[in-house]
């Protein structure tokens, strides 16, 4: 089963995306910070990470930033309630598979990650 992280700080926003996920039949691990999905990359295989870029403590793109640094290839997609065109440059940048701003449309969300695992091959 194809398993997603969702790095995201509000737990409401992160249980709507984990239900909705969950229903369109993906395994959903969720973590509210960058130390909590640090140690779930660790603990689990993840095919998809799911982030937000205003987390407590580290800024999301920061995180992933020293994640690339530290040689991870886990591929991402970014949610942002800012509407920063930096931080959609950035993310592009930084090789995200897409970047969504909040509120999240669900149809949107979803499409998107089956488009993920359409192109990557992950089964």
């Given at each position: 089963?194809?398993?997603?992280?969702?790095?995201?700080d509000d737990?409401?926003?992160a249980?709507?995306l984990?239900d909705?996920?969950?229903?369109?039949g993906?395994?959903v691990v969720?973590?509210?910070?960058?130390h909590?999905?640090?140690?779930?990359?660790?603990?689990?295989k993840?095919d998809l990470?799911?982030t937000?870029i205003?987390?407590?403590?580290?800024?999301?793109l920061d995180?992933?930033?020293?994640?690339k640094?530290a040689g991870?290839?886990?591929?991402?997609i970014v949610t942002?309630?800012?509407?920063?065109k930096e931080d959609?440059i950035a993310?592009?940048?930084?090789?995200?598979?897409?970047?969504?701003?909040?509120p999240i449309n669900?149809?949107?969300?979803?499409?998107?990650?089956h488009?993920f695992?359409?192109v990557s091959?992950v089964?």
């Open positions: 089963m194809k398993r997603l992280l969702i790095l995201e737990s409401l926003n249980n709507l984990k909705l996920f969950t229903l369109e993906f395994d969720t973590a509210k910070n960058t909590l999905a640090e140690d779930l990359l660790f603990k689990k993840i990470l799911i937000d205003n987390l407590p403590g580290m800024n999301g995180w992933l930033k020293a994640r640094e991870s290839s886990i591929p991402f942002s309630g800012s509407h920063k959609f993310a592009n940048k930084m090789g995200a598979f897409g970047y969504l701003e909040k669900p149809e949107g969300m979803v499409n998107l990650i488009q695992f359409t091959g089964k």
